[in-house]
């Protein structure tokens, strides 16, 4: 029965779809909040700069969260932590680079912590006294990213980035040189000393130079550079000379430096061009012909007084230069005599070939025709000479000039070197003058004379001695004559007074007793002029009477 009831009005089970909830507003603040979240945090990756890590020696005045790394004085940087080595024996301090000064943080830039510092080549870091410390970044050329550095000790001299050039100079020691010290260029500052070390080898010291655009063009490669530091003097054969670029090359030194003349190429040296760095300006500037010939000067005087480097004149202008001083041996005089070498270019002494016959000819040739055109004047008297540059130190130099009356000398050119003829100077001249007075007086026998003389005063003794009777006659005989003969006078002028008194008194007459006094004083004054005109006479013609006395006459 229950399989045949009808089951068409049970109910049938259907699918009913799920209805969707409505979104509420109150997560849509929670939504947006996130997203800027996420936003700000993306945006703030994507800003973000590197992280680098500066190791330093020392960080005074570093400080987290307040210490700044500046490029050209904008802060580009902050220090986020300072901690030490592993060893301790350094600082290594962390810092956050913006995201724009990424690219200055390549593989050459340079980190150092600016802090006031006064030496001698100047004052820096005057501003970090209010500002406090900070780390100075200086860029460098490398495209090569880093982001671990090692700091400087001392901010850089000169930035990599900076125009010029460098130069390395080569001297046997540092002198007053120091960092920063002044290049100059006709004492213009052009540069400055940017390092220095110890050679490799330990016998010279590598010294760097920075020279600014645009005068590092005139370095060229006959440029010469020399110490500048302090004041130069110098007493050589041409005076006292005194040198001196500035002021602050007196207190810090300095080096300076020119192309001399007599190089006639002017191309620029290139960046790291090795130069030796000479002493003085003098050493420097002194010409170092390849073309210049060895010639040997031998004298037969001291040479004292001539040093190398003394100058070679001729007619006053300088040619050469002594190169060495020393002894030659004479072989077959058997002599030792001081000599001298000397370098200099005879064509500084003629005037100069076309370039179009210099070419046409070998040197060999060249210097042939340069010896005949010497010799030609050696033939007419030029020879080199030792004179007196300087008199308050006695330096000499060596002078060629042209003494007619020279005897003639034939120079043997294949010699060498070939050995010019010589003058002796007029030092040497008046020497040998007062040595040929000196052995004419030597040859003088004084010992003889000396005997002689001896004979010649004791017979001038006895000459005296009969002087002095001689003299005693005259006492005793012609002297009391003559003073008769003047007391005869003197009673006839005083009768010739007495008659012109009476004249004058008198009738003058024939028979006038005035007149016969007047006749014979007359004639007493006659007498005694006759007697004084005998003795006179008689003297004129014996004048030794005045010391032998009158001569007895024979009966």
Do not use: C
Not at 354 to 363: C, H, K, P, V, W
């Amino acid at each position: 029965m229950s399989e045949n009831k009808d089951v068409s009005n049970i109910p049938q089970a259907t699918t009913v779809p799920h209805k969707r909830a409505r979104f509420s507003v109150i997560w849509i603040i929670p939504i947006i909040a996130a997203l800027v979240g996420i936003g700000i945090v993306v945006q703030r990756f994507l800003n973000e700069g590197p992280t680098i890590t500066i190791t330093f020696k020392v960080a005074e005045g570093i400080e987290v969260g307040k210490t700044f790394v500046k490029y050209k004085d904008v802060n580009i940087g902050q220090v986020t932590r300072v901690s030490l080595s592993e060893d301790y024996s350094q600082v290594v301090v962390t810092a956050k680079i913006a995201k724009n000064a990424e690219n200055l943080l390549v593989k050459d830039a340079k980190f150092w912590i600016m802090q006031p510092r006064i030496t001698l080549s100047g004052v820096s870091g005057i501003g970090t006294l209010l500002s406090g410390n900070y780390i100075g970044l200086g860029v460098g050329k490398s495209t090569e990213k880093q982001s671990i550095f090692i700091g400087l000790d001392t901010p850089p001299i000169i930035m990599s980035t900076e125009p010029g050039r460098q130069f390395l100079m080569k001297a046997d020691n540092l002198g007053s040189l120091g960092f920063g010290s002044p290049i100059y260029y006709r004492r213009l500052a052009v540069g400055q000393v940017i390092g220095y070390d110890l050679a490799k080898d330990g016998k010279s010291v590598d010294i760097k130079v920075f020279v600014n655009a645009p005068y590092d063009k005139y370095v060229t490669k006959g440029a010469r550079f020399w110490q500048a530091s302090g004041i130069d003097f110098s007493m050589g054969a041409n005076g006292l000379a005194i040198h001196t670029q500035s002021l602050t090359s007196i207190l810090v030194g300095g080096i300076a430096f020119e192309t001399p003349p007599y190089f006639e190429t002017t191309e620029q040296a290139a960046e790291n061009t090795v130069f030796t760095l000479f002493e003085n300006q003098e050493a420097a500037t002194a010409k170092h012909n390849m073309h210049a010939t060895p010639y040997m000067l031998v004298f037969n005087e001291s040479l004292r007084g001539l040093s190398v480097g003394a100058p070679v004149t001729y007619l006053g202008l300088e040619i050469g230069e002594v190169k060495q001083v020393g002894l030659h041996y004479d072989p077959d005089a058997h002599t030792i005599k001081p000599h001298v070498m000397i370098l200099f270019d005879l064509e500084r002494f003629f005037s100069r070939f076309d370039n179009r016959q210099l070419a046409e000819r070998d040197q060999a040739s060249t210097l042939q025709d340069r010896h005949g055109r010497f010799q030609r004047s050696i033939d007419q008297g030029l020879r080199a000479q030792l004179r007196v540059g300087n008199i308050v130190t006695g330096q000499l130099y060596i002078a060629f000039d042209k003494f007619p009356h020279a005897p003639k000398v034939k120079v043997d050119w294949k010699k060498d070197p070939p050995q010019l003829p010589v003058m002796p100077s007029g030092l040497a001249e008046f020497q040998m003058k007062i040595t040929r007075i000196l052995d004419k007086i030597d040859k003088i026998p004084f010992d003889d004379i000396g005997k002689d003389a001896k004979k010649t005063i004791a017979t001038l003794d006895e000459t005296l001695k009969d002087a002095k009777k001689i003299l005693g006659r005259i006492d005793t005989e012609i002297v009391p004559e003559v003073k008769t003969t003047v007391e005869n006078l003197k009673r006839a002028v005083a009768a010739a007074e007495r008659a012109l008194v009476n004249a004058d008194k008198t009738l003058v007459g024939p028979d006038a007793p005035a007149n016969q006094e007047l006749r014979d004083a007359l004639q007493e004054v006659a007498s005694a002029a006759r007697a004084l005109k005998v003795f006179v006479e008689y003297m004129d013609s014996h004048p030794e009477a005045f010391i032998r006395g009158k001569t007895q006459e024979k009966p």
